[in-house]
């Protein structure tokens, strides 16, 4: 029996509508436009609305996948959602996202690998579709950092935002998967090097005099900044050679929104042209596991990516963790 490929049937996304620009910031905290500018081409972000969580934003995106597609939530069997800061502690995102969307004949599962969270969920939606058991998995890549920043903190709360993708994945009969070649991977010897300590079982929420900053993110930027741009070089590298293609048989580039400089360092080892990398950080900021998908979403409506087209998604981030997926749109 042949093997079902994949296919990406829609894609989606929900950018909340407030915008936090970077001279409103720089009046609540010690910074300033130009260092944010300079140091990571963020120049806004977005804050999802006060009563709105991941689930929130992520059915709105589902929508419009599920729309694009024409498949009816009813059809839908499985959702892998991807986020950092979950709805609550349990249940998932996933089954909050499952009811509101009205997904009756579909499993839920959330995926947390922070901001490669997306590439872990495409990985996972592939072996399901191709082993045969799922036709129509529905990714989702779902934050709201803003509530775990620590706003009075310069070096952090000035690179995240909010926001929200999605991509439908159905099973095809035809010949010829979407997905073409990819790797992940982490390394939990490094997992101090971005993270939030409190909130867990190792220091549950209101447990004494805890230093509220214990609940935020914290991070070695400069030490995230360096493992970043190599993981990029290599996974760029490694994923184009797995599937025998050369880096300039790839039409579009859509890395992770980390930092403008990752993005640009990152080209310049590769000679990957600019023109060709899909790169919305000026307007989001990093958007943690909504971003591949934001930007993948971009990409296909702005029409920067066509049918047969190559794309390679990258992502690194919290863990460490890191994956890339090489993919003909
Ligand atoms: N405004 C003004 N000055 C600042 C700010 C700010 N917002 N932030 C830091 N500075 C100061 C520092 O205090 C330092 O001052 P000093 O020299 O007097 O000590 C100076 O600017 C330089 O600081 P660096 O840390 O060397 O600045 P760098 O150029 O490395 O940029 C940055 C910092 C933007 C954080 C960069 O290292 C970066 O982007 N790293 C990647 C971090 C990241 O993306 N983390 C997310 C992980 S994803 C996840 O899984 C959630």
Redesign the pocket.
Known sequence: MTRPAVRIAGTGSSPPERVLTNAEL?RT????EE??VQ??GIVERRIAAPGDCPSDLGVRAARRALEEARVDPAEVDLILCAN?LADQIFPGTSCFIQRTLGCTNSGALDVNA???GFLYALHCAWGMIESGRHRNVLCIGTET?SRMTNWKD???????GDGAGAVLLQASDKPGSAFLAGSLGADGNQAEL?QSPGGGARIPPGKGDVDPATYT?Q?D??A??KF?VNKFVELCERTAAQAGVGLGDVALLVP?Q??L??IEAAAERLRFPKERILVNIQKYG?T?AASVPTAFDEAVREGRLRRGDLALLVA????L?WGSLLLRY
């Not at 905290?29 to 300033?32: A, E, M, N, Q, W």
């Not at 310069?154 to 995240?160: G, K």
């Open positions: 720089s905290v010690d910074t300033s260092w944010i140091r990571t950092t922070a901001c490669t950092l310069r070096t952090t709360c000035v690179l995240f971005v993110i991070m930027g400069r995230v900044y970043a992770h980390m930092n400089r990752i990093n943690s690194f981030g919290g863990g963790t």
